[in-house]
């Protein structure tokens, strides 16, 4: 794999941020973008912008063509079984939100109970905190060991035959934590219960087979992966997203219309009410043959390298405290001591090197790490051993200038 090939694709990266070439490790917040994803949603809107599936004029085919050519191709992706399996939305969040509103509200009952874990993105866990309270079922949490991960023990333990619904993240935005989802999803089915996953953090980085997980729900976004904001999947079993009620109600998603009462057009359709965000899935569709180009496992092992060279680099610093596992995903959360990370990622900045600092939608995990806040370095295709050592030397000069001023 040929990175700085492969960074030349990214046109963002080509710049300079407060007199320094820009570093960006931020991309488990949000990937830069490839020139052929830009490309691909100008052209779009260029040459064919229109709407899609009910026109007959050619703009509205070839715009119908470009829309459910970008299913098809997250299918493949994602090795569904059907083009019915998958739903385009505005992202992993809504993606959640649609299961926990149409399947958790119709399928929950009081004493019934909703299994998750606390490294939950507060989007895997409000909705379902909101479900519990409309259905009276109860939220339990599957309990952390000591480095960020679960084990299978405590999985079997928590989840009981009165688990209805299972729900965890592929890979915590915070830990690196790589879960066990086929294990987990076993298990929760031999109890009868459905298995959703959070995979905002694994998709982009990973060869994601949804039989081969056996999940019964999958969600991610578009913009972590390369494509555009505001686009994202839900994959769904077939004989689920059949029995389930959409959400949203209008254009797009019926069939018929009477004075009292409606049908809904079949799968994936009946999910996608309004005119769906053809742009963005387009450009989903561009991303996902870029990265298909470069090959799944071979980005998978390049961030992994990087995460291991930068836990190497910055376990030589005194000072600095790094959250999660040995084995992990392509980021790095830390803290340098009695620096607040807010301030931390100041001064990295001022040397060109964007890191994210804060609770990252994740403050159950915050308390459970006893800190208020952190700052995350997470790496992605574009990412080299050099931009790894800008930033442990950046990490330096922050701990020396704030040693100085106290």
């Known amino acids: 794999m040929d990175v700085n090939k492969i960074r030349q694709s990214f ?20 990937s830069q973008k490839p020139q052929v994803v830009i490309d691909a949603v100008e052209q779009y809107y260029r040459e064919y912008n229109s709407n899609v599936h009910r026109g007959v004029h050619t703009l509205g085919t070839k715009a119908t063509d470009g829309y459910e050519g970008a299913r098809d191709k997250v299918r493949r992706f994602i090795n569904a079984k059907s083009t019915q399996e998958v739903i385009f939305t505005r992202g992993t969040t809504t993606s959640i939100n649609t299961v926990a509103s149409s399947y958790g509200k119709a399928n929950l009952q009081e004493g019934d ?38 084990t299978l023990d ?10 209805k619904i299972v729900a965890m993240m592929h890979v915590s935005n915070v830990l690196g934590t790589i879960n066990p989802i086929k294990e987990v999803a076993e298990i929760a089915h031999e109890h009868g219960a459905v298995m959703l996953v959070d ?39 077939k004989h689920l997203l059949e029995a389930m009620e959409p959400v949203e ?54 961030e992994q390298q990087l995460a291991q060279y930068a836990l190497e680099r910055l376990g030589s610093m005194e ?31 001022a040397e060109g090197i964007a890191v994210r600092a804060g609770h990252h939608c994740a403050q159950p995990l915050m308390k459970w790490l006893d800190v208020s806040a952190t700052a995350r370095a ?19 000069k922050t701990k020396e200038f704030f040693s100085n001023v106290f």
Not at 11 to 26: A, K, M, R
Not at 114 to 134: D, F, G, L, R, Y
Not at 214 to 228: E, L
Not at 322 to 340: C, I, K, M, Q, S
Request: with cysteine.
């Open 11 to 30: 046109p963002i990266l080509h710049q300079e941020v407060n007199g320094h070439p820009l570093v960006y490790l931020d991309s488990a917040a949000t």
């Open 113 to 150: 109970e909703i299994v998750i874990t606390p490294m939950e993105h507060h989007s895997n866990i409000i909705p379902w905190q909101q479900t519990a309270k409309a259905t009276g079922a109860t939220l339990k949490y599957i309990p952390l060991q000591a480095d960020g991960t679960i």
């Open 154 to 163: 405590d999985v079997k333990a928590t989840i009981t035959n009165k688990t």
């Open 199 to 237: 995979g905002a953090q694994s998709t982009p980085h990973m060869r994601i087979d949804v039989q081969y997980l056996d999940c019964d729900f999958f969600a991610f976004s578009g913009h972590k992966m390369g494509g555009p904001t505001g686009i994202g999947v839900l994959y769904g079993k």
């Open 249 to 302: 109600f209008g254009g797009e998603m019926i069939d018929f219309v009477n004075l009292y009462d409606s049908t809904w057009k079949e799968l994936p359709w009946k999910f996608e009410g309004g005119t769906p965000i053809i742009a963005g899935a387009i450009g989903l569709g561009a991303a996902i043959d870029f990265l298909e180009e470069i090959g799944l496992e071979a980005i998978e092992a390049h």
């Open 319 to 349: 000072g600095v405290t790094v959250y999660g596992p040995e084995e992990r995903a392509g980021l790095v959360t830390f803290n340098l001591d009695d620096v607040h990370p807010h301030d931390v990622a100041t001064v990295l900045d």
């Open 378 to 396: 997470s790496f992605y295709v574009y990412n080299t051993k050099e931009d790894v050592d800008a930033f442990v030397a950046g990490l330096q």
